[in-house]
């Protein structure tokens, strides 16, 4: 038998989890840039350091977003990728596909690419990984012509997220699929041309499960909650109590304490309940969210870089979501177009608003202080008043 | 010309019809095995999900075979989780079971539902990244192979969402994840001051640096670097590819365990720092498998039942994590950024171990 010419990557293919490189050899039997691409990762195996630069903006007719530059910094080597640049391209909303849908986007990827994905990329775009700079317009026309577009990248807009929302969860107190479609139809100006200070990060969860991660992960979270009370099926909770531990399970991990069971009823003091689904979550045939519905918005959200990680802030606790979402797209251009005028170069919005001032931001997008915005009040005295509070000397 | 600004295809239109049918309509679900979900209407209908795992970095031939097995089972129906997974989706009972057979036969695990371990969030490492300080793809890869039980079954006492970047860029945002793999360089970019200024734009190079790190060296139409402000994140290299921050002997993982993102119980939390420095040791970083298999073991061990890494962190003490991981703490352990003080203790409340 020959020997292997990646002996460090066959190491992956053992074991039991889907081994990727058995997915890179598959592309590298009918493709020369896979083929490249394995041998360049093998070098990197060995040598323990990547083998890539980026340099050079590379992109699409009209477009200033979308593609990622990507070039070997061993050409010497792997002159097939020389040049390997990655297209983003914006899933369907929830990730839900037909067949032939996918199919379209393989044999497209196949005829102008390396035949390698991401099915997905962390913010959620479907990765088409590698081709020549000279095949971006073709792949480009024909991901458009066969109903497809490109996702945000650099200071953009990117492509907004959502969880999967009413098309399968009971929990759904707003419909985050259609939130998100249209906040990315809306805005395909904004996710195509970057014009911000940084990227900007909308995600959309249909409760406060979160299943897209958006006040860790989002500039602008959108997390669907209610504002009555629980829905219960006393019969439906009577039965779980044959399956649970109601009082240990349910009730002794209740964060507010807002439940009480005693063996037959489960009495819920709502005014105490702040919505955290586990109860839910627990007992979904017995307990749902309430019948009035809509979405806490929060903002800032973002990994470290630049001064570190933030998570969203809560500035509207509650507000309804309903097409057209006018309410909802004024207060993101209104948010916008502050950081845009206020913010420096990759300075995120919640970088922004630290630096500034969660009072400032507040009064600029015309939005009044309540108490669901904070953890605590100030432990400081360095207050700052309005100058239209102070009383002016009288001359 | 192409058209553009059209936008993604109408998830509407990729909707099973049994979706369609109950959008909205959904009364309650359950998890019938690991890896399958039943989701019942108020019409009375049932959705059935099958969760399989996938390697994300895939080619079009395996999509082709799992557009295959979607269009023998679930009427041409699927979707991807938010984890990478693939969920087949089906409104007949009896195709569960035949589906799930050909699944295994194929080589595609079952599971990731409840409180199992999920597929590995993941960012692209050596495959596809010019900054990366590790590959992303093979320790997850690696992980995996080891802790696949966990994915199958769900036997842990709550979900353990693990999560890899392979630099603090973090595209994979792992900083609120049960256990994050972090890639980290140590060392500060190799300026090349004989390359720099045929490459380089000296202004945006300059710019590029996110801490002020990078000034401009007249003398040798170059740039320098000062090493007290750098905090290694490689922005610089992409801009100008003579000043590479790779570093083979240097560069490595960092562990950081109780983060969350969901805000069932507890609220949301950032991971926090457990192991700072772990070697690159490819192919299988045997190191990193064994520190996060501890962790995963000692959590599994000790934490009541429904309680996250982070929350049995917090009802224990972080005394008690590092006396039972056998987790050395170190002076990188005690912040230094801005708001450090926060994090230090300020009663004389503490366990000894």
Redesign the interface.
Known sequence: MAKSDTP??D??E????????K??K??AQKNPM?RD?IQQ?EL??K?????????GIVGV???GAGVIG?YS?RPDLFPNVQA?H?MR???????????????K???I??KHGS??????????DAIL??TTTNHLQAC??D???A???LGGSGSALRTP?A??G?????W?CI?S?DIC?DI??TY??QI?RPMFPYKFKIKVSAC??????????SDLSI?GTWKDDIQINPQEVFAYASRINIQK?VCD???THCMEWNGRDLKIYNEDCT????CI??M??ALRPGKEKGATILVGGK???????L?SWVIVPFMKLEPPYGELKSLIERIQDWWDENGK??ERLGELITRLGMRVFLKAVGLQAVPQMVKAPRTNPYVFFWPEDIKKEVK | MAKTDIGPPDYKTMLPPVIQRNYGKWLYHEILKPGVLMHISQSGEALYSIRAGSPRLVSTDHIREICDIAEKYCDGFLRFTSRHNIEFLLDDKNRIEPLIEELKNRGYPVGGTGHSISNIVHTQGWVHCHTPATDASGPVKALMDEIYDYFVTATLPAHVRIALACCLNMCGAVHCSDIAILGIHRTVPKVDNARVPNVCEIPSTVASCPTGAIRGDMKNKSVAVNEEKCMYCGNCYTVCPAMPIADPDNDGISIWVGGKVSNARSAPMFSKLAIPFLPNNPPRWPEVVHAVKNIIEVYATHARKHERIGEWINRVGWERFFSLTGIPFTDQHIDDFDLATETFRTSAQFKWR
């Open positions: 460090l990557l190491e992956l053992k074991g039991k989890w889907p081994s990727f490189v997915d890179m598959q592309a896979a691409l990762l990197s195996y040598d323990k350091i990547g083998h890539w630069k980026h340099g007719k009209g477009y990507r910094d390997f990655t391209v914006n899933h369907p909303t929830g990730w839900f596909y037909r067949t032939d849908t996918l199919r986007l393989c044999d990827w196949d035949g390698l994905t991401n099915m997905h990329g962390s913010t959620g990984l590698g480009f026309d991901l458009s012509s109903g497809f577009d997220s969880c999967v009413p098309a399968r969860c009971e759904a419909d699929l479609y990315t139809m395909q100006d195509h406060a499960n979160d299943c897209v991660s958006s006040i860790a992960r997390i399970e991990l209740c964060p919505r955290c689904m586990h979550n627990l979904p045939k990994a470290p870089i630049v001064k570190g990680a998570l170069s990759r």
